[in-house]
């Protein structure tokens, strides 16, 4: 029996069509760009767009194209969602739906949005999937590995109005792996999302969030004293009209010891400027109390 595992990564600019499983072929690989689009369904200009799919690998891949639409349910995975006549998926058509790509080389799937009633104001969101077709000559025994990734798509129409609040940062130090859960609510008509760059001090000698910037790391540059980790801040969307939790785990294992997680980062324009205190206790201690702050203001 052919066994068919799709992936369902989405956001990055380098996706291999190598999945779970195993296989008894190579893989192939293909790069996708660009990952998302976020484009002004008011202008005429950006009604017309392109994905350009390019294999990296020694073997022909055959893909079929076609579109959803999409949520984001309580564990921030993407979702698809039903068609409705104000969807996006609806206005989108598109060329090729099903196509060759001989060994690398790249392929550009063209379309264009054209709305079959006037959108309201707001945002709007489609994914154009690209998926693997099994070969035809696949063997009925062989485990085949297939994939597909996906363009995200958000459409604009009228006014946008990105609105958001971090509700509370908390730090969770009872898991192997320490990690920060964002709480942030979306109250506008469009997604919101967190960037930006936290770093972890030491408590002794945190100057406090007013006093710290963005830190530059290369491997030239040493981090500064007092400072244990540095990184980026990329956390999921969160759609309109929803609160979700999102997790922020941090890549150094932290000795027992007191911390603040010192945050520079930007919620869809908003700043957001704090410093976190929280505690790392004893392997030896047999309780810990997340440490917590809320604020309402970013």
């Known amino acids: 029996m052919l ?36 484009l002004d369904m008011n202008s005429k200009k950006s009604r017309s767009n392109s994905i350009k799919i390019t294999n990296l690998s020694d073997k022909p891949a055959e893909i079929k194209a076609y579109v959803r639409n999409w949520v984001m349910d309580e564990k921030n995975q993407l979702q698809d969602a039903p068609s409705s006549e ?34 309201t104001g707001g945002e709007y969101r489609a994914v154009i999937y690209l998926e693997e077709i099994a070969p035809s000559n696949a063997s009925p025994e062989m485990l085949q590995t297939l994939g597909r990734v996906g363009v995200v798509i958000y459409g604009y129409a009228g006014e946008v109005k990105r609105i958001g609040t971090v509700n509370s940062v908390n730090v969770d130090t009872k898991s192997e792996v320490i990690k ?30 007013k006093a710290t910037q963005l830190i ?12 244990l980790e540095v990184g980026r801040i990329e956390l999921p969307p969160v759609l309109p009209s929803n609160r979700r939790q999102l997790i922020l785990p941090f890549t150094k294992k932290l000795p027992p010891g007191n911390y603040v997680l010192d945050i520079n980062g930007d919620l869809s324009g908003m700043p957001v400027d704090k410093g976190i205190p929280f505690t790392v206790p004893n392997t030896n201690t047999s309780t810990n109390t997340p440490k917590t702050k809320n604020f309402s203001k970013n």
């Open 216 to 227: 530059t790391v290369n491997s030239k540059n040493k981090l500064p004293a007092n400072v």
């Open 86 to 119: 104000q969807s996006l998926d609806q206005s989108i058509v598109f060329t090729p739906s099903r196509f060759t790509i001989p060994p690398r080389s790249t392929q550009t799937v063209r379309f264009a949005i054209r709305p079959k009633v006037k959108p």
């Open 180 to 209: 920060a859960i964002f709480d942030v609510s979306s109250q506008g008509n469009a997604h919101i999302r967190m960037n930006g760059q936290y770093s972890i001090w030491r408590a002794a000698n945190y100057p406090g969030a």
């Open 3 to 38: 066994f068919r595992q799709l992936s369902r990564l989405i956001v990055p600019s380098v996706v291999a069509l190598t999945l779970l499983g195993v296989s008894s072929a190579k893989a192939i690989e293909i790069t996708v760009t660009p990952p998302r689009m976020e």
